[in-house]
């Protein structure tokens, strides 16, 4: 989570209240004090408020939750004159560049500390580590418009921030940190995006870096802040947040006309507040007796307005908040607004007791036998690698549920089963001394029609010298009996030839007819891609089934 530090002093002057009455109003504003100094104090906020990643934002909250200033805060956006052209060569590389003027301000050494803090905030954040968004600060009285979004060459050269020297964009993203650490967003380009201004001087390579001519300093009066993109919403949200800043800050904002190859123009910032609509018996989920005024008057200190219309709150969201996305955020902004701190705890009106979950107690049960048994306990993630799941126990992966967009190659898809889990986890023990004895009791996930079926599984895998089918049906067999009193005349094992067992060293494993696991022998081919040098046996069994036919079956007699 995003940490950002606030002084005292600086706080005081914005909020115009004392400190002790600021640090007592923070968490209520769902802000988590991490640290006090004598003069300072560090803050955690979560991502989805960029607009709290300076000092200014969260002022300008405090005011609102405190009565000073409520509803809407104002934003004035004058036109500039001033434009940026898209050369359509950017279009596969980083397609859009939004960016606003802030004229006639002024800042001193924290002002800027706040400033590039954020820039970096909403980099890591909203972002994404700057593949979807990279913002450039400049200092516009260095440059003149109009503004040329392009690309150049590899061989390229211009002076980049922190440097006195000359590099191609090619050394840029071989020879410094910056350069380093973000090179992968354009690997797969044989031209890099630039900005320059229409004299052909040098404003930014994004996303890497700036140049060395337009630094922001505590001297600069005039700025020019530019975003590009990979998503154009993100983009808008952004620059939203930085102009509420600037503007809090004491800059004039100017607009900037967009214009792109295609013909297409656009004028940015985008201030342009949203409208929701929340029903008033929504807000029951509070458990408060609350009048439309009273409603209205907490979103107003949380600096939205509000009006009632009919049975429903209309609520207008400034465009920095795009966190609000739907009327159940309004509610938490309700209770925001009336200060959590205010609610009472009240016991319910209905009298029943609340009992822990029978299949949970089996699970509870299960885990005390398998222990009791010899057997370790490992805990796995729900999400694993389609590589693990599927291709190294060599398993058809025809209906892996599969995560769109994955940002990990860890967590691609939902498993279906606990053994390829245990496996890898033998794999990385394979130093330990033999015999090792594992088992996992975790969800599994299969298709059902449109849907997913959720069921509870136990799985244990066996390795040593003398591992074999046998040893695992005896785990088996006491697991059932000690869990659910299942004898073996309950339970049958069916010959069946399926990965990940070796052929003719298997069986599915039946209850009341319905398949309900399976068990096995693990193919030598199998524990050669997970380098185990010893024999494995391993069952796994669908508890929940097996539970639920017994709750059926005692419902019936």
Aim: hydrophobic share 40%; charged share 25%.
């Amino acid at each position: 989570m995003p940490v950002v530090t606030l002084q005292h002093s600086r706080l005081e002057r914005l909020v115009g209240k004392s400190i002790d009455e600021i640090l007592a109003m923070l968490p209520y504003i769902a802000l988590d004090i991490e640290e006090e100094g004598s003069d300072y104090v560090k803050v955690e906020y979560n991502p989805n408020r960029p607009d709290f990643s300076t000092d200014y934002g969260i002022a300008r909250a405090l005011r609102g939750m405190m009565g000073m200033e409520l509803g809407l805060p104002r934003f004035d956006i004058a036109g500039s004159g001033t434009a940026f052209y898209v050369d359509a060569s950017v279009k596969g590389i980083r397609p859009y560049v939004l960016a606003l003027l802030a004229l006639g301000g002024s800042m001193d050494g924290e002002d800027l500390r706040q400033l590039i803090g954020m820039q970096e905030d909403l980099h890591m954040g909203i972002g994404r580590r700057r593949r979807k968004v990279s913002i450039g600060l400049h200092d516009y009285d260095r440059v003149k418009g109009p503004f040329h979004y392009t690309t150049e060459s590899r061989d390229f050269r211009f002076i980049p921030l922190n440097s006195s020297m000359e590099m191609s964009m090619q050394e840029i993203l071989e020879g410094t940190d910056v350069g380093r650490a973000y090179a992968h967003l354009l690997r797969d380009h044989a031209r890099y995006p630039i900005i320059k201004d229409s004299h052909g001087n040098t404003l930014s390579f994004p996303p890497i870096i700036n140049a060395e001519l337009t630094r922001v300093t505590e001297h600069t009066r005039n700025m020019l802040v530019e975003v590009t993109a990979t998503d154009l919403k993100t983009a808008g949200d952004a620059l939203a947040v930085i102009a509420a800043t600037l503007s809090d800050m004491g800059f004039s904002i100017g607009s900037i006309s967009i214009h792109y190859d295609d013909g297409h123009s656009m004028r940015t910032p985008d201030m342009e507040s949203r409208r929701l609509s929340l029903p008033m018996e929504r807000l029951n989920l509070l458990g408060l007796d609350m009048s439309s005024d009273e409603v209205v008057d907490c979103l107003r200190r949380c600096r939205l307005d509000a009006y009632m219309v009919d049975d429903r709150i209309e609520c207008i969201v400034p465009r920095y908040r795009m966190d609000i996305m739907h009327w159940i955020d309004i509610v938490e902004e309700v209770a925001i607004g009336y200060n959590v701190s205010l609610m009472e705890p009240r016991y319910p009106r209905l009298k029943a007791m609340g009992s822990r979950d029978r299949m949970l107690k089996v699970l509870d049960h299960a885990r005390d036998v398998m222990v009791g048994l010899g057997m370790i306990e490992v805990m796995n993630f729900n999400l694993v690698s389609m590589d693990l799941q599927y291709r190294m126990v060599e398993r058809e992966g025809n209906d892996a549920l599969i995560v769109e967009e994955s940002k990990s190659r860890e967590h691609e898809v939902l498993r279906d089963s606990l053994i390829p889990s245990l496996l890898d986890v033998l794999s990385r023990n394979i130093h330990e001394p033999y015999p090792q004895r594992l088992f996992e009791v975790g969800r599994v996930f299969h298709r059902d029609g449109d849907g997913i079926r959720e069921e509870w599984g136990i799985a244990a895998v066996i390795a040593h010298s003398q591992a074999n089918y046998t040893e695992a049906k005896s785990y088996l067999q006491a697991l059932l009996y000690s869990l659910f009193g299942i004898g073996t005349d309950a339970v049958r094992t069916l010959p069946a030839d399926e990965p990940p067992y070796e052929a003719g060293r298997a069986a599915e494993v039946l209850f009341m007819d319905e398949r309900v696991g399976s068990i096995g022998e693990v193919r030598t081919s199998v524990l050669g891609n997970f380098r185990l040098r010893v024999p494995v046996s391993a069952f796994e069994i669908i508890v929940s089934r097996i539970s639920s036919s017994l709750i059926q079956q005692e419902e019936a007699g």
